[in-house]
């Protein structure tokens, strides 16, 4: 059983700069595919980025391309999601999520095993 801890998340102002963390405990964190989702008022939840057990592969999705990287620590158990250039329209709760999925990355969220409590992000315009 792997439990997945949020952290990073709050109020900042457009144009501004977040970086969000995501702890892993109790798993083998380098045997898990990474992701995180996002969640806004009235809206479905919505992948972000994924990242392969090395590190190396990623994707993110095209609404935040550019602006936001997503990267491991797989020594510190840590996932990170870096926001630059955030929109009133990135505001939203952040999941991160483990994925015991065979392929490399995965942007569907039903191949997600695990799932972390969230973080609320809010951007003020």
């Known amino acids: 059983q792997v439990q997945l801890v949020e952290s990073g998340g709050g109020l900042v102002q457009a144009g501004g700069s977040l970086r969000l963390s995501c702890v892993a405990s109790?798993?083998?964190?380098?045997?898990?595919?990474m992701g995180w989702f996002r969640q806004a008022p009235g809206k479905e939840r919505e992948f972000v980025a994924t990242?392969?057990?090395?590190?190396?592969?990623?994707y993110i999705a095209d609404s935040v391309k550019g602006r936001f990287t997503i990267s491991r620590d797989n020594a510190k158990h840590t996932l990170y999601l870096q926001m630059n250039s955030l929109k009133a329209e990135d505001t939203a709760v952040y999941y991160c999520?483990?994925?015991?999925?065979?392929?490399?990355?995965?942007?569907?969220?039903?191949?997600?095993?695990?799932w972390g409590q969230g973080t609320q992000v809010t951007v003020s315009s």
């Open positions: 990242i392969s057990r090395s590190g190396f592969s990623t």
């Open positions: 109790g798993g083998t964190f380098d045997s898990y595919v």
């Open positions: 999520a483990a994925s015991a999925s065979k392929r490399q990355t995965t942007t569907s969220s039903r191949e997600y095993d695990y």
